[in-house]
Nanobody, 121 residues
């Protein structure tokens, strides 16, 4: 059983910063690409950023360099550092990962339960 658990969400003022974490646990052999998505009220879920197990991350164009994704493979943990946050960043942020179990012949995609981020004064 594989689980992804996000943490670090909450209320932040406009212009403030927040750091989200996502930790994978369970029967895991390898974690390939990990990603952050977000879903604002009344909108579709959208990709924020993704990061492969080795290599460079990619970001949504709308972020304009305000967010940084990173990961610690030894800890099976991914991070999202969000700076200069704006009200339009308010959303539920979800962790997503491509994970292979020790007895599997192919990987599967997993989602975390989501963490609420609210940007408001």
């Amino acid at each position: 059983q594989v689980q992804l658990v996000e943490s670090g969400g909450g209320l932040v003022q406009p212009g403030g910063s927040l750091r989200l974490s996502c930790t994978a646990s369970g029967a895991i052999l390898s974690i390939f690409t990990m990603a952050w998505y977000r879903q604002a009220p009344g909108k579709q879920r959208e990709l924020v950023a993704s990061i492969p197990s080795q290599g460079s991350p990619t970001y949504a164009d709308y972020l304009k360099g305000r967010f940084t994704i990173s990961r610690d493979n030894a800890k099976k943990t991914m991070y999202l550092q969000s700076n200069n946050m704006q009200p339009e960043d308010t959303a539920v942020y979800y962790c997503h990962a491509d994970i292979m179990g020790p007895m599997a012949t192919f990987s599967n995609f997993y989602w975390g339960q989501g963490t609420q981020v609210t940007v408001s004064s």
